[in-house]
């Protein structure tokens, strides 16, 4: 157990919908990251937060938009979806804002039809 | 765009065997990771090794980074079927940040 939490394990839904996922990172990780995983675009890079401010940007698309609270939990949605979005979708945290070792969720996988 | 890029793509081998892995990556590092992923479950640090450190062990893990070449190794010495996983190199950018994943090699470990 990595001790970081992903919600929902499973989501199915439509195209043109929207959906929210959330993660609760490691106690006391400051640093979130997102990153989408299918299987012809491998591990991708979305996006990533450090004590609520957003510290680095990969490749998100426009209709997706994350935050993280004061909490330190953080919420990726993705709006108008299309087939394409279906994909498995992790959240990792690290104690620093770069360079550590990443602790990875389960995941969240999505589901759009 | 990835940074890395593992190789072979697919590797399968007997247990007891010797596992090696490959990274090439573009540009400069911080440091470079190697994580490993059992089908659809999350992915689990495996070692890091810094920009200025050439070799690192962990267990039965043996990683090489040369600078000069872009490139990392991944050793497994002495394999197991419970190795059999997909293992990815992930670096990071100058600021520590920018983790970027390459494709991954999959292992397939036969008894």
């Known amino acids: 157990d990595s001790g970081v939490t992903q919600t929902p394990k499973h989501l199915i839904t439509a195209t043109g919908q929207r959906v929210t996922l959330r993660c609760s990172p490691r106690?006391?990780?400051?640093?979130v990251y997102w990153y989408q995983q299918s299987l012809d675009q491998g591990l991708q890079f979305l996006i990533q937060?450090?004590?609520?401010?957003?510290?680095a940007k990969g490749n998100i698309l426009e209709r997706f938009s994350a935050q993280q609270f004061p909490d330190l939990h953080s919420e990726l949605n993705l709006s108008s979806l299309e087939l394409g979005d279906s994909a498995l979708y992790f959240c990792?945290?690290?104690?620093?804002?770069?360079?550590?070792?990443?602790?990875f969720g389960e995941g969240s996988r999505l589901t759009v039809l | 765009s990835q940074q890395g890029e593992e190789d072979p793509q697919a590797l399968s081998i007997q247990e007891g065997e010797n596992a090696t892995m490959n990274c090439s990556y573009k540009?400069?590092?911080?440091?470079l990771q190697w994580y490993r992923q059992n089908s659809g479950r999350g992915l689990v640090h495996l070692i890091l090794?810094?920009?200025?450190?050439r070799e690192k062990h962990s267990g039965r893990l043996r990683v090489t980074l040369d600078t000069s070449k872009k490139s990392s190794s991944l050793l497994i010495t002495a394999s197991r079927a419970a190795d059999t996983a997909s293992y990815f190199c992930?670096?990071?950018?100058?600021?520590?940040?920018?983790?970027?994943f390459g494709p991954g090699t999959r292992l397939s470990v036969l008894p």
């Open positions: 990792a945290s690290s104690v620093e804002s770069g360079g550590g070792e990443l602790f």
């Open positions: 106690s006391g990780d400051l640093s």
């Open positions: 937060y450090y004590n609520g401010e957003e510290r």
């Open positions: 540009t400069s590092i911080n440091n």
């Open positions: 090794i810094r920009s200025n450190e």
């Open positions: 992930a670096t990071d950018d100058n600021y520590g940040q920018n983790f970027v």
